[in-house]
């Protein structure tokens, strides 16, 4: 099993900025992506972006491109998201997935974990 365990998301006013992280931990996945997902209220959930082990390969919404950012540290565990020029539209529950890949980008339906989420509130 992976564990992933959200971090960083708040109440922010229109404009602003948010980091959130992810910890990954638990069994190695053979090739792995790591990823970002969103669902709002009453809404259905939203791929964000998504990022390879190496961190050399990522692919983003056409709705968060430019404003939104995936990144990870060295050893590869923690999966960041940073969430620039916000908008209430983006406010939503953001969830941490992972899995394993075969062609990039993956398959929406290659990630096998997630995470409990973390609430995002971007004030008008």
């Known amino acids: 099993q992976v564990q992933l365990v959200e971090s960083g998301g708040g109440l922010v006013q229109a404009g602003g900025s948010l980091r959130l992280s992810c910890a990954a931990s638990?069994?190695?996945?053979?090739?792995?992506?790591m990823a970002w997902f969103r669902q709002a209220p009453g809404k259905e959930r939203q791929f964000i972006a998504t990022i390879n082990r190496s961190g050399t390969m990522t692919y983003y919404a056409d709705t968060v491109k430019g404003r939104f950012t995936i990144s990870k540290d060295n050893p590869g565990n923690t999966v960041y998201l940073q969430m620039n020029s916000l908008k209430p539209e983006d406010t939503a529950v953001y969830y941490c997935?992972?899995?394993?890949?075969?062609?990039?980008?993956?398959?929406?339906?290659?990630?096998?974990?997630w995470g409990q989420g973390t609430q995002v509130t971007v004030s008008s």
């Open positions: 997935a992972a899995g394993d890949y075969s062609s990039w980008p993956p398959n929406l339906n290659s990630y096998d974990y």
């Open positions: 638990g069994r190695t996945l053979r090739n792995p992506a």
